[in-house]
């Protein structure tokens, strides 16, 4: 019940394993406490003004943009996958903070006018940051109480590509709306950034004290709801955590122009870098698992679960393929069936367990005694089947009574009815062949068929004893 609930209330467990959990907590946790030290170092300097580099914050503010574009996307296309709620508000808020720093960066110095359209832009564009930061904090928040309230809600499986669809326009309505509310009202907007560019105002006053708040609660919510039980809820975590960073950082310059004002943006940056790296190493994950799984699958598809041989359904296709090759190739092919004498009496005696461990014994047997090239299979029950490929009557008839020694030698003791000497498991084995060219050619049927009905003479004439069909067809 508890593990129920447990996965639940984690974040994207369809495609992100946890495995990698307790990595992906330690390095969150490493590099939170670097970036808290480089924080501290970096705040006695904040207020120190540095050179105008015009475009190094246009430069940093589209890597950004486009970083959390890229996550808003993986992001949307994980909640196709897990159809829970909280993923797709993650997702808004991604996508929501990369539209509103396009929609910024337009209105900043050097990028499109030398001046920039700050002037122009100013009380509009300190707003879409307030509102940036705020909003995306906020979409988070929502995401953990939904994921805490309704831990199992799930859109349904037949609307979720429609509702995938609507989650990613969302983003662009929301930013649209954003920007339309506070160009409407610009003139009412109080001003947060005087002449000289310090936006002290802001950065101790409520604005800014909402902005942290909001993270703030963001943070707390990650680490109550989700509990880091998986990669993505750490990474989720450091995120929330770097732009906490960031505005502490941001706010004790309070100016533009500044070292704080510059490097508060690596925060940040670190923010979407490393979440992004999180999804993407993930990503790669999953594919190798996806192989894995496929291959497990196919193997369990082509085998015998008790024997580890080739299954019956793969023998089917497997000598409708080795006949077509010996016919291009005009190479003989041969086919041995084998089967366990006695063994109703085996298992009436030891048990079906027994009897179990008797028909791997010999399933071993008949792997070890063949070429690479030659296919062994479980036909059912203590019946199996070998497709000697490019073999020769004479070979074939050697091959199966060397195999049918093998077995003897095994020595798995047996009970046998009174008139049978051997007290040992033995096998017989029919065999029928292709010979090269042989015109009208044998169909698959044909020669399973007389390869059946040599073993059924083998049993016959006293089991413990190999038949070729040509034999009995030439005799
Ligand atoms: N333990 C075990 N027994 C199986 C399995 N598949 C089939 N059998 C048993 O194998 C026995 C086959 O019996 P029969 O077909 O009468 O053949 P036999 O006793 O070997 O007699 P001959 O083939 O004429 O020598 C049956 O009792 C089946 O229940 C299996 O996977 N495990």
Known sequence: MSTAKTSCSSLMTTTFSARYTRLSRFLAGLTAAVMTVVALALLPYADLPAER???????????????????????????????????????????????????????????????????RFAPIAIWLWVARLSGHALLILLAMLVLKGRPALLASERSVGYQTAVFAIMPVVLAVMVYAFLGYNRDLLPGLMDASGSYSGLAHGRAGYFMLACWTLALLGILLVTRLQRGFDCWLAFSAYSYILYLIVNFTSASRFTIGWYTSRF?????????????????????????????????????????GLYSRRYFDTALARE???????????????????????????????????????????????????????????????????????????????????????????????ADANEPVVTVSIGLSHQPPGAEPRKTMQTLIGEADDALYKAKRQGRNRVVCAAERTDG
């Open 53 to 119: 580099v015009a475009l190094l914050v246009p430069v940093f503010s589209s890597v950004q943009a486009t970083l959390n574009a890229v996550i808003a996307y993986l992001v949307v296309l994980q909640f196709y996958a897990d159809r829970k709620y909280p993923t797709a508000l993650i997702s808004i808020g991604f996508a929501f903070s990369a539209l509103l720093s396009a929609i910024q960066i337009v209105s900043l110095p050097g990028v499109f006018t030398e001046g920039g359209n700050f002037e």
């Open 323 to 417: 006949l077509a090759a010996a016919e291009r190739s005009r190479r003989p092919l041969s086919l041995l069936m084998v089967d366990i004498d006695y063994f109703k009496q085996y298992n009436d005696t030891h048990g079906h367990l027994a009897g179990d461990d008797c028909i791997r014994r010999v399933a071993a047997s008949l792997l070890d005694g063949f070429r690479g090239s030659d296919i062994v299979a479980r036909y059912g029950g203590e019946e199996f089947v070998v497709i000697l490929p490019d073999t020769g009557r004479e070979l074939a008839c050697q091959t199966a009574e060397r195999l049918r020694s093998q077995i003897m030698a095994l020595g798995i003791p047996s009970v046998r009815p």
């Open 267 to 307: 925060f940040e940056l670190a923010a979407a870098a490393t979440l992004l790296g999180a999804l993407l190493f993930e990503v790669l994950r999953m594919q190798q698992r996806l192989k894995k799984l496929y291959s497990n699958a196919y193997q369990a598809s082509i085998r015998d679960g008790l024997t």
